[in-house]
């Protein structure tokens, strides 16, 4: 009898563990989000979920939403470019203005 009354018991609910882990996920995503905003740091999308995206609204530069698979969640920040990426999407302008740059550095670093 105590067993059935413990398997009954809201403690094992497999809703409410899911419930609380959502709520543990939502708490851990917006600490990233407020340390980003409050360093300065551009947020593009705050979402709770993994994609595909179900529901979201834009509000200013941020894209809230919530996905289909909820085992997570994830906050995208702006600025944040890999060394490749910039260097692919920058011109040969911008590539030979860096070669220069770095040519003063190295003269510099000689005197």
């Known amino acids: 009898m105590k067993r059935e009354v413990y398997w009954r018991g809201e403690s094992d609910n497999s809703t409410g563990v899911c419930l609380r882990a959502r709520v543990l996920v ?42 289909a698979l909820p085992l997570g969640g994830y906050v995208k920040m702006g600025g944040r470019e890999s060394r490749r990426r910039r260097a692919r999407r920058a011109g040969p ?19």
């Open 26 to 67: 939502f708490v851990h995503e917006l600490g990233h989000f407020l340390a980003a905003k409050r360093v300065g740091i551009r947020v593009l999308k705050f979402q709770l979920g993994f994609n595909p995206t179900v529901v979201s609204f834009r509000r200013g530069d941020t894209e809230y939403g919530i996905g």
């Open 93 to 111: 302008r911008d590539q030979a203005r860096r070669r220069v740059h770095v040519e003063d550095e190295v003269e510099r670093s000689r005197s």
